[in-house]
């Protein structure tokens, strides 16, 4: 036999060879859902509570990058003015933020 066959065929040392292993894994996943998982889901929710909370009037910025002012507000979509007399539909999902008049002009 040559030593690379027999260094893979020793079985691990201690009984918590493998505990420590799968120990090791399942801290990794609580450490990456603390670190990424829930502060994006925390993200998602504020995110959603302020399209809610859009209405008439509110001015927007669409996730294409189009500033608008809202004039309808409709289950799924708002209908948004871009400019005089020029309306679009505009999905909800789709908004990106809200923004001051200070920062429209």
């Given at each position: 036999?040559?030593?690379?066959?027999?260094?893979?065929?020793?079985?691990?040392?201690?009984?918590?060879?493998?505990?420590?292993?799968?120990?090791?894994?399942?801290?990794?996943?609580v450490i990456m859902y603390f670190?990424?998982?829930?502060?994006?889901?925390?993200?998602?929710?504020?995110?959603?509570?302020?399209?809610?909370?859009?209405?008439?009037?509110?001015?927007?910025?669409?996730?294409?990058?189009?500033?608008?002012?809202?004039?309808?507000?409709?289950?799924?979509?708002?209908?948004?003015?871009i400019a005089e007399n020029i309306?679009?539909k505009v999905d909800k999902a789709?908004?990106?933020?809200?923004?001051?008049?200070?920062?429209?002009?």
């Amino acid at each position: 036999m040559n030593l690379l066959s027999i260094l893979l065929d020793t079985p691990p040392q201690g009984g918590m060879g493998g505990m420590s292993g799968i120990l090791m894994i399942v801290l990794l996943f609580v450490i990456m859902y603390f670190f990424m998982i829930r502060p994006q889901q925390k993200k998602q929710k504020d995110i959603q509570k302020m399209r809610e909370a859009l209405k008439a009037g509110d001015r927007i910025v669409t996730a294409g990058g189009i500033y608008g002012k809202i004039k309808e507000v409709n289950d799924t979509n708002f209908i948004v003015e871009i400019a005089e007399n020029i309306r679009v539909k505009v999905d909800k999902a789709s908004v990106f933020a809200s923004t001051n008049e200070s920062q429209s002009k």
